[in-house]
């Protein structure tokens, strides 16, 4: 059997798509939306399906499990992991160093990462928005998981260093996720809008020089570029999170690509700054001042 531990819009696409090409999948999720996946999951977009899923709250034994939590919910859920046989657990998460969280209380972990575009509508309701890439480490255990995403239509690709596609997605989503949550709009317009785009470059010139810095050969605007154009209708994840009133991943990204320059003595002080804003909306979140509401006073 295979567990999808984290329902939310990138667990419900990836698991949807296995158990529709035959598998046996159980999806592990909390609050409203394992209420809404009781009843079916809906997959929108680039494929329409209804299905009857197999719903549950806590994990159990499996033979794979696909670990899509937020990154801050990496510590929770490993633990709750940590109490079952999950298999081979592969993480498709956002974000720096979550695999290293994991891997404190789990044995067989692969670190993968995807490009795949996931919306959550509504709780039971997901947008396949955008075909893209899984990949996956070039080692045993991944050509097991890849054959399992193959077989249902998942794009892989196993690579050899697979470090270097997990910061090339941190670099691209440290700059529209931020922008996109601030501003309040779709991937597309952080490259369409200049101002927005000036910041853009320069938060992207800040992760190209990391990544030179890590070794790696890396066109930081290029890629931020392609990326939002690809996925311009997109909200970014970020931006989801914060119209549903909740914790971003900006500490995994942003926050992470901060230390890292730290470390390395590059200067990061637009990522800083981003970073400090996100963090003001968060808190801003968390204090829920409904009297702003009224834009009379
Ligand atoms: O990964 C994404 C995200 O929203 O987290 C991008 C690539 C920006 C697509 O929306």
Known sequence: MIQIMGAGALGSLI????????????????????????????????INAEIKVKVIE???????????????????????????????VCTLQNG???????????????????????????YGKVVYAGEGFVYLPEEERAKKIAKILREANIRVELVKDIDFFVWSKAIVNSV?????????VRNGFVIENEKIWWLAERIAKEGQRLMEKLGYKFDA????????????????SMLQDVMRGKRTEIDYINGEIIKKCKELGINCEINEIVWKI??????GIAVRDLDLGHANI
């Open 15 to 46: 698991g949807a798509l296995i158990q529709l090409s035959g598998k046996e999948v159980v999806f592990v999720a909390r609050g409203k939306q394992f209420e809404a996946l009781k009843q079916k999951l809906t997959v929108l977009g680039l």
């Open 58 to 88: 806590k994990p159990v034994d499996a033979e794979f499990t696909f670990f899509t939590v937020k990154a801050y919910d990496t510590e929770p859920a490993g633990r709750a992991l940590s109490k079952v046989d999950p298999g081979i």
């Open 96 to 122: 720096i160093g979550v695999e290293r969280v994991l891997k404190e209380y789990l044995k067989n972990v692969v670190r993968g990462v995807t490009s795949y575009g996931a919306n959550l509508l509504d």
């Open 176 to 184: 529209i996720n931020p922008l996109s949550a601030i501003c309040r």
């Open 221 to 236: 605007i290029s890629e931020v570029k392609r990326v939002a154009k690809l996925t311009a209708n997109n909200k970014s």
């Open 278 to 283: 996100m963090k003001g909306i968060e808190d």
